[in-house]
């Protein structure tokens, strides 16, 4: 059974950081090392990809509102990324899920990705 279980979120005021983690776990097979994925979404508004990363880490992604601020980092075949946020802004806060198995694309156009976590969520004073 593959399990993806997110961890780090809390609260940050504006300009602050914080690192989420995720571990996806169950995998096999062709499968075991798969591209993983970050997307947040706030309330009222459509779910964003927010970083990628592929199997080996070599090869990482990002959504431009988060270029520069944000780091998705992870150790060669393994399944535990990371996404370290700096400079955190007033306007993102959301449920930040991790997801396992899918495409990295430009521009935060990530999809097809079958396992998904619960999320974490990130609150950003001002």
């Known amino acids: 059974q593959v399990k993806v279980v997110e961890s780090g979120g809390g609260l940050v005021q504006a300009g602050g950081s914080l690192n989420l983690s995720c571990i996806a776990s169950?995998?096999?097979?062709?499968?075991?090392?798969?591209?993983m994925a970050w997307f947040r979404q706030a309330p009222g508004k459509k779910r964003e990809g927010v970083s990628c990363?592929?199997?080996?880490?070599?090869?990482?992604y990002y959504s431009d509102s988060v270029k520069g601020r944000f780091t998705i980092s992870r150790n060669k075949f393994e399944n535990t990324i990371h996404l370290l946020m700096n400079n955190l802004e007033p306007e993102e806060p959301a449920m930040y899920y991790c997801?396992?198995?899918?495409?990295?694309?430009?521009?935060?156009?990530?999809?097809?990705?079958?396992?998904w976590g619960l999320g974490t969520q990130v609150t950003v004073t001002a």
């Open positions: 997801a396992a198995n899918g495409r990295c694309g430009d521009f935060g156009d990530y999809t097809d990705f079958d396992y």
């Open positions: 169950g995998l096999s097979g062709l499968d075991e090392y798969p591209t």
């Open positions: 990363v592929n199997m080996d880490g070599r090869y990482t």
